[in-house]
């Protein structure tokens, strides 16, 4: 649990967006237009060094066809041991490390310098990172700054009094209730649509609050604790205390019984679920639409798309029928706790004693870390320009550019090889690949931040203002023309990303950096590197989501009947494979919940390797170190994935995330693989091999 996260944001709904958008999630000012597969590999010279594999890492006393990923990354694992403040440690930890290093740089230069011009967003980034770190000026206020946010919640003395506050866009009520804000429209991605979606709860899922397993009440007694003691901290008695935090988990439990389950919020078309301005008011009178819309300025909207009807039914019965008092707990709640990291030590210390039941971590984060979280989600484009200035030479970016048009390429090759699709669907599929937009390293257009007001004076005060700033930014998009210039992650970001509404993968900056991408490496460790990660995202536009958008972004089934079974057949094959993994004792991975994920892997390594094999490099067969061309290709994949991590966060990942473990990502996708078989010489019955019959090939 991130101290440092911000309260919500419409603008970067975690079920709104996060839903929609592939990640490779790696442990955040060009855009190039497509140049069409079928066109020329792009050639850019490269250097020949031996650089990027590195050796110290290897176990060779693994064998490679028996577990690759301990072969690969063995040694390193066994000597870098968890930092105590974290969950984890891995190599996108690693470049993190070093990407925060240089940002931090930047961001301490900001707070020093005290004579920026106000307004700019030097003055900005330095005042927000200053009050962030600001601990004393933190202490000394207490609840200064929040207290008119809870007498607001005070103030509500009837339904209608809870309607306008939840409508209000500069309330600030938390992760309450729902989420509600301005996406592309699925079906009609050339406008904007209003959205609603369910949210409301303070633990990581719903099944946390309805398995009755040992750890999940474990947890949920953690969790009352936490809630007790934060409401003594607010002032309440023991026994009230003790009471409203019942109450919070009583209404939590409810909500969470009407949510959907993670695999179901899977099914996108389920998602989309239009009604009219008319029709709302009369199934969810208690939500009050017409008054969410008018004061969040979409008067013009004439229809909403309910995510989750369900939910929002339930909703609007607890609404009618819980007591007020009850609905105000929970809103006191859920205003103090997105808030936390802007109060006093006490009540950090009482979050991050409940997060150690979910990461396992031993320490705290250290203040500079979160506190350069919270700027990065505030001002992330404005010191990001800085960070790329430092970080990111064109010679990477055209490298990197070279790269994706060689992939994509490789792509066209194997979708026009592809026995099972039928002509049509593979015409479809080539036009959404030649479709494909590409953003490499930062945004073309840098965001405006010039209506957000920042000062010394408060951190609270200028969390409260960014979270305004992104959801206005947000609600003003309905009714213009779709932007198709943003980014939804900032420039030292350790990710990438692929977005079906805009049919774009985007490449971060921060990701583009050893180990997933050396320039000065050779093209079989930045194929099998930085190349996996790019025909990652492009796959994740072919998964069991994205293949349900068009070359236009739009939510539109272009697969014929016959192709789409024979796609959820081979897909059901990757399932299966990993239900069976097991990183824990009774922890299994859900191949239904990371089924995006995995196919996204297997896709992109086979498409990395496809392209990799039209190199100089790979024609050659020339040894580096020992080892083949191909040998380096796949060590490369193994040890970008190399990861240590404690049971209690492996714990919450395989309920939550829908990435599987590291350890799978390597080895669930080489297991399927002939060329890594033949690469390294295994046969028939080694562990890293499938029976042909039971091996999984989609591309």
């Not at 202490?139 to 929040?146: D, F, M, P, Q, R």
């Not at 808030?339 to 500079?368: H, I």
Request: net charge positive; aromatic share 10%.
């Amino acid at each position: 649990m991130n101290q440092f996260y911000f309260l919500r944001c419409a603008a970067l709904s975690a079920t709104m967006l996060g839903l929609l958008a592939g990640t490779v999630q790696a442990q955040t000012k060009i855009k190039t237009k497509s140049s069409g597969a079928g066109k020329q590999k792009t050639t850019v010279p490269v250097p020949t060094s031996g650089t990027g594999i590195a050796l110290a890492n290897l176990d060779k006393s693994v064998p490679p066809c028996d577990d690759f990923y301990r072969y690969a990354s063995g040694t390193w694992l066994k000597n870098n041991p968890i930092p105590a403040a974290e969950s984890s440690w891995g190599a996108g930890s690693v470049l993190a490390k070093s990407n925060r290093a240089i940002s931090l740089r930047i961001l301490n230069q900001a707070a020093a310098n005290r004579t920026a011009k106000p307004g700019s967003n030097a003055q900005k980034v330095g005042d927000f990172y200053a009050s962030a770190m600001d601990s004393a000026a933190i202490e000394a206020a207490g609840l200064k700054y929040l207290q008119p946010h809870l007498d607001k919640i005070e103030a509500v003395k009837d339904l209608a009094g809870m309607q306008r506050l939840l409508a209000d866009p500069k309330s600030h009520t938390g992760n309450a209730w729902y989420e509600f804000g301005v996406i592309q429209d699925l079906k009609q991605n050339d406008v904007y649509m209003a959205f609603f979606s369910q949210s409301g709860l303070g633990l990581p899922d719903r099944d946390y609050y309805l398995k009755e397993d040992g750890r999940s009440k474990a947890i949920r007694a953690a969790y009352q604790t936490y809630l007790t003691n934060t409401f003594k901290l607010l002032g309440d008695s023991p026994a009230t205390a003790e009471k409203n935090a019942a109450t919070v988990q009583r209404l939590e439990t409810r909500l969470a019984q009407a949510s959907r389950t993670r695999v179901a919020m899977r099914d996108i078309p389920a998602l989309y679920n239009k009604r009219t301005v008319a029709q709302l008011t009369t199934e969810y009178p208690n939500l009050n639409f017409p008054q969410q819309l008018k004061m969040d300025g979409l008067s013009a909207a004439q229809d909403l798309v309910i995510g989750q009807p369900e939910f929002a039914k339930e909703l609007n019965a607890m609404l009618g029928s819980e007591p007020l008092a009850d609905q105000k707990t929970y809103l006191r709640w859920h205003l103090v706790t997105s808030a936390m990291s802007a109060l006093p030590k006490a009540y950090v210390d009482e979050a991050f004693r409940f997060s150690q039941m979910l990461s396992g971590a031993k320490q705290q984060l250290p203040r500079t870390r979160r506190a350069l979280a919270a700027t990065d989600g505030a001002l992330g484009e404005a010191f990001g320009q800085l960070y790329v200035d430092e970080a990111f030479p064109p010679a990477a970016k055209a490298r990197a550019k070279a790269l994706v048009e060689n992939l994509r390429a490789a792509y066209a090759e194997r979708i026009q090889a592809t026995e099972w699709m039928s002509a049509p669907t593979k015409a479809a599929a080539l036009k959404k690949l030649n479709a494909f937009v590409v953003k490499i390293g930062y945004p073309d257009k840098w965001k405006d931040y010039s209506t957000l007001t920042v000062s010394r004076e408060s951190y609270l005060n200028n969390m409260f203002a960014a979270n305004e700033f992104a959801n206005q930014e947000n609600l003003n998009k309905y009714g213009k023309p779709v932007d198709r210039t943003e980014w939804t992650m900032t420039p030292p970001t350790v990710n990438a990303y692929y977005n079906p509404l805009l049919n774009e993968i985007v490449f971060p900056a921060g990701i583009l950096q050893p180990p997933f991408f050396d320039a000065q490496a050779d093209d079989a460790v930045n194929y099998g590197g930085i190349g996996s990660v790019i025909g990652h995202e492009m796959t994740h536009g072919f998964d069991d989501q994205g293949r349900q958008f068009d070359a236009s972004g739009n939510l539109r089934d272009w697969w014929t009947k016959e192709d789409g079974e024979k796609f959820m057949a081979k897909a059901d094959v990757v399932g299966k494979q990993f239900d069976a993994f097991s990183p824990l004792d009774s922890v299994h991975v859900n191949g239904k919940l990371t089924m995006g994920e995995n196919l996204a892997d297997l896709g992109g390594l086979t498409i990395a390797y496809a392209a990799f094999m039209k190199t100089p490099q790979a024609k050659a067969g020339k040894s580096i170190d020992g080892f083949t061309p191909e040998q380096r290709f796949f060590l490369a994949y193994g040890q970008i994935w190399r990861r240590n991590q404690r049971p209690e966060s492996l714990r919450q990942q395989v309920q939550t995330d829908p990435h599987s473990p590291s350890q799978y990502r390597t080895i669930g996708p080489l297991q399927n693989m002939p060329e890594f078989h033949k690469a390294f010489n295994c046969k028939e019955g080694d562990k890293m091999v499938r029976s042909a019959t039971a091996r999984a090939k989609i591309w």
